[in-house]
């Protein structure tokens, strides 16, 4: 169940996690189906973060921004360990 509630908050943006967690339904989502999504995400985020530490400076929305897509790098990287 770990990996398909990472899915979940590695797909929504950082800011909806402070709400209603019963908006948030678990799906159950084939293994297979899982690991082809986390890695097209991961892959999504990676490509982000590195266009933005490419840059000589960030605003600080753009900082936020670079932090918050980090850690959901991270929940994709600790669910795609889960699914295997």
């Given at each position: 169940?770990?990996?398909?509630?990472?899915?979940e908050?590695?797909?929504?943006?950082?800011?909806?996690?402070?709400g209603?967690?019963?908006?948030h339904?678990?799906?159950?989502?084939?293994p297979e189906?899982?690991?082809?999504?986390?890695?097209?995400?991961?892959a999504?985020?990676?490509?982000?973060i590195?266009?933005?530490?490419?840059?000589l400076?960030?605003?600080p929305?753009?900082?936020l921004?670079?932090?918050?897509?980090?850690?959901?790098?991270?929940?994709?990287?600790?669910?795609?360990?889960?699914?295997?």
């Amino acid at each position: 169940m770990r990996a398909e509630l990472l899915l979940e908050l590695a797909c929504e943006p950082l800011h909806h996690l402070g709400g209603d967690m019963s908006k948030h339904h678990a799906r159950i989502i084939p293994p297979e189906r899982q690991k082809s999504h986390l890695e097209k995400k991961h892959a999504e985020l990676a490509e982000r973060i590195e266009a933005l530490d490419g840059r000589l400076s960030l605003t600080p929305s753009e900082e936020l921004e670079l932090q918050q897509l980090k850690k959901r790098k991270l929940w994709a990287k600790d669910a795609l360990e889960d699914v295997g």
